[in-house]
């Protein structure tokens, strides 16, 4: 899949199924520092009556952000979905527009090959 590389970041666009609609995510970051996946809670309609674990976010600047973490339908990465898995809700879009980012808990689930000339990122599921 196609990627933008600005301010030092691969932006991408992630497809999200929730709450059985499906919503497609642009300006989202591939952030090898981050140990979970999260996205913007005012892009989608977020599900305040679904059940839902408050958690604390640490950046390495010394930040916080308190997120809800909460049950997705699915997340697509180029051609790979994941089903049913939670993700964090915060209000991220106030640095950069950022409105997610995809951390190493699915990062870490895939096969990373990326060309920074044709500006491309691949996720392939490792095969033993």
Same mark, same amino acid.
């Given at each position: 899949?196609?990627?933008?590389?600005?301010? %030092?970041?691969?932006?991408? +666009?992630? $497809?999200?199924?929730?709450? %059985?609609? =499906?919503?497609?995510?642009? &300006?989202?970051?591939?952030?090898?520092?981050?140990? +979970? $996946?999260?996205?913007?809670? &005012?892009?989608?309609?977020? &599900?305040?009556?679904?059940?839902?674990?408050?958690?604390?976010? #640490?950046?390495?600047?010394?930040?916080?952000? /308190?997120?809800?973490?909460?049950?997705?339908? +699915?997340?697509?990465? %180029?051609? =790979? $979905? #994941?089903? &049913?898995?939670?993700? =964090?809700?915060?209000?991220?879009?106030?640095?950069? %527009?950022?409105?997610? #980012?995809?951390?190493?808990?699915?990062? +870490?689930? #895939?096969?990373?090959?990326?060309?920074?000339?044709?500006? /491309?990122?691949?996720?392939?599921?490792?095969?033993?």
């Amino acid at each position: 899949m196609k990627f933008q590389w600005k301010h %030092g970041l691969i932006w991408i +666009s992630l $497809t999200l199924g929730y709450d %059985g609609q =499906e919503y497609t995510i642009d &300006n989202c970051i591939v952030d090898t520092g981050s140990a +979970s $996946t999260a996205v913007d809670i &005012n892009i989608v309609p977020f &599900n305040y009556q679904k059940p839902a674990i408050i958690k604390m976010l #640490f950046g390495i600047g010394g930040g916080e952000q /308190e997120v809800v973490s909460q049950e997705v339908d +699915s997340l697509k990465l %180029g051609q =790979e $979905t #994941f089903k &049913n898995i939670n993700i =964090e809700f915060g209000d991220l879009a106030v640095d950069f %527009g950022i409105n997610g #980012f995809i951390g190493t808990d699915l990062l +870490s689930q #895939f096969l990373l090959s990326i060309d920074f000339i044709k500006q /491309e990122i691949m996720f392939s599921k490792q095969t033993e």
